[in-house]
């Protein structure tokens, strides 16, 4: 079968899963690596093997970029500390703990016989980077509270940059390359500044010609240019290329979008990321299925469940660590998060293409190779699995997901009709259609805006969780317009530094205590969407 074939059935492979998860319930991501699985013990397929180029020419940039344009960076400010610290120091503590673990285990049960602490590094860092990608679309469709779908992916797109600066340092140090403390210091600042500096070049530039722009096509071309020109000018100069596509991500998101696309250039571009996002994950995920030998994981099992261990392991001494040391500051983490956020750990792609990338004469390649491997399938599969049970055990989400689907169809319902109506409302002033016709138009957008607020209303009645929800939205709102306004009060000179000062703690501390609050949980029981729910078309 050639190349061209395989990747048509792989998408095909990826619909029906897609459609069968949906189904199931259960994440899609998941769902891939058993269908990869299965497909590759059948051997049906030409063997795609999931290399370096491949994931750092293709697959890294797109994913990165596609993630960090739609994170929101007020949200990512507020928890900025929270995210960094689990990023970069937490990082650098997990591999050695899952190291400091992995060593003496392997070496006592005498089932790795000669395997070096140094060897042991290696793995830890290889598996370092976490890929949530599985458990983000879970927190979405639970009704997980936003702060933390946003601390989750934050920190993951983060740490792939931290990872890949820190396995290049343990891998020089394996093969007997000169290792000094300041110069690996160095080395890590220098890797992860520079990058930074990169792609924020990338994203102000491309941000500055989308502003001249009305060109959808172009200005999706840009964001592509944004996306793998950053990467590959950062790795070509040696720094790091996932920092430098992360902080063009965020630039052109919050940014470039806001400041510079019309509304529908917006929506070209954000439709033409998800389904990337989509093509390129689908992708990905299956391939490590067909990547991974079923034989090789069972011959080298309990070495597997020793590496799995220390991972989660050392994952939960560093999130509960880093989560008692900012208990006193404004970023503490809700009660039960600490738990998913260990949990929501996943390894993926990035682990497996970097063992994949060890040279062939390291000694225990195959073995590190193996450990890999079944750690991440564990991973996706044990962890991804059991996400929504586990959120529902800890009370973070509650059997409420229909109807938070519900409300957020009504509500969205409600502002696309009232925006249809404020057009047809210009259209009016401007005359450019005849008064009969959008008279016709305007009953009808009533109509239906009058069916989604009755069935925004039903919901409301039957549940305590949606008012309270919406009260938190709205007082969200208000505190960033004053935020605003006293910003702009500064500005003019109106507001003297110290009175800014005070009132902008103020202001975001309020806006701190409005992104976790109590919340009274619905009944456990789903419920079928009202009847005011509009029908799609």
């Known amino acids: 079968m050639h190349a061209e074939t395989t990747f048509i059935v792989l998408f095909g492979v990826a619909t029906a899963v897609a459609v069968l998860c949906r189904w199931l319930k259960v994440p899609y991501t998941a769902g891939l690596v058993v269908a990869g699985l299965l497909l590759g013990s059948v051997q049906v397929l030409a063997p795609i093997h999931l290399t370096k180029e491949l994931l750092f020419a293709v697959v890294l940039p797109g994913l990165i970029f596609e993630?960090?344009?739609?994170?929101?960076?007020?949200?990512?400010?507020?928890?900025?500390?929270?995210?960094?610290?689990?990023?970069?120091?937490?990082?650098?503590?997990?591999?050695?703990?899952?190291?400091?673990?992995?060593?003496?285990?392997?070496?006592?049960?005498?089932?790795?016989?000669?395997?070096?602490?140094?060897?042991?590094?290696?793995?830890a860092a290889v598996i370092a980077a976490t890929d949530p990608i599985a458990v983000v679309g879970l927190f979405k469709s639970l009704g997980a509270p936003k702060r933390l779908s946003v601390l989750v992916e934050g920190e993951s797109l983060l740490n792939d940059g931290t990872g890949v600066v820190l396995f290049t340092l343990v891998l020089a140090i394996a093969q007997g390359q000169p290792f000094t403390w300041s110069g690996a210091v160095l080395e890590f600042v220098k890797?992860?500044?520079?990058?930074?500096?990169?792609?924020?070049?990338?994203?102000?530039?491309g941000s500055k010609i989308t502003a001249r722009l009305d060109e959808p096509m172009v200005e999706i071309t840009l964001t592509v240019i944004a996306a793998y020109g950053s990467f590959v000018v950062a790795e070509q100069l040696h720094f790091s290329g996932v920092i430098a596509t992360v902080v063009a991500g965020l630039l052109f998101g919050n940014y470039g979008a806001t400041h510079g696309m019309s509304a529908t250039t917006r929506v070209a571009v954000e439709s033409f990321w998800e389904y990337l996002a989509f093509a390129l994950n689908s992708l990905v995920f299956l391939l490590i299925g067909l990547e991974v030998s079923l034989p090789a994981l069972l011959a080298s099992w309990p070495a597997i469940l020793v590496a799995y261990a220390a991972v989660l392991v050392s994952r939960a001494v560093v999130v509960f660590g880093m989560s008692r040391l900012l208990g006193f500051t404004r970023e503490k983490m809700p009660r039960g998060w600490p738990t998913v956020v260990t949990w929501s750990g996943l390894r993926g792609a990035l682990s497996m293409v970097l063992v994949l990338g060890l040279p062939r004469d390291l000694p225990f390649r195959e073995l590190l190779v193996n450990m890999t491997?079944?750690?991440?399938?564990?991973?996706?599969?044990?962890?991804?699995?059991?996400?929504?049970?586990?959120?529902?055990?800890?009370?973070?989400?509650?059997?409420?997901?229909?109807?938070?689907?519900?409300?957020?169809?009504?509500?969205?319902?409600?502002?696309?009709?009232?925006?249809?109506?404020?057009?047809?409302?210009?259209?009016?002033?401007?005359?450019?259609?005849?008064?009969?016709?959008l008279s016709g138009l305007e009953s009808d957008y009533q109509r239906r805006l009058a069916e989604a607020e009755k069935g925004l209303s039903q919901l409301q009645a039957e549940t305590t969780f949606i008012r309270a929800d919406e009260e938190i939205e709205a007082r969200r709102r208000l505190l960033a317009t004053e935020k605003d306004a006293l910003l702009q009060l500064a500005h003019r000179g109106l507001v003297g530094h110290d009175a800014l000062d005070g009132l902008l703690l103020e202001v975001n501390q309020r806006l701190r205590e409005a992104e976790a609050p109590p919340r009274t949980e619905a009944p456990s029981t789903d419920q079928a969407a009202p009847p005011g729910v509009p029908r799609p078309g």
């Not at 990082?91 to 400091?100: E, K, N, S």
């Open 67 to 123: 993630a960090a344009f739609h994170l929101p960076a007020d949200r990512f400010w507020s928890d900025k500390l929270t995210i960094v610290s689990l990023a970069v120091p937490g990082v650098v503590a997990a591999i050695l703990l899952t190291a400091a673990v992995i060593y003496p285990v392997a070496n006592g049960l005498h089932f790795i016989d000669g395997f070096g602490f140094v060897y042991a590094l290696v793995f």
């Open 373 to 437: 491997f079944g750690v991440v399938v564990l991973s996706i599969l044990g962890q991804g699995l059991t996400m929504p049970l586990l959120m529902r055990r800890l009370g973070i989400v509650s059997g409420r997901s229909r109807q938070h689907s519900a409300y957020e169809k009504c509500r969205g319902a409600v502002r696309l009709a009232a925006a249809a109506l404020a057009e047809l409302g210009r259209m009016r002033e401007e005359r450019t259609v005849h008064a009969d016709v």
């Open 191 to 205: 890797a992860v500044g520079m990058g930074a500096l990169v792609g924020g070049a990338f994203g102000y530039l």
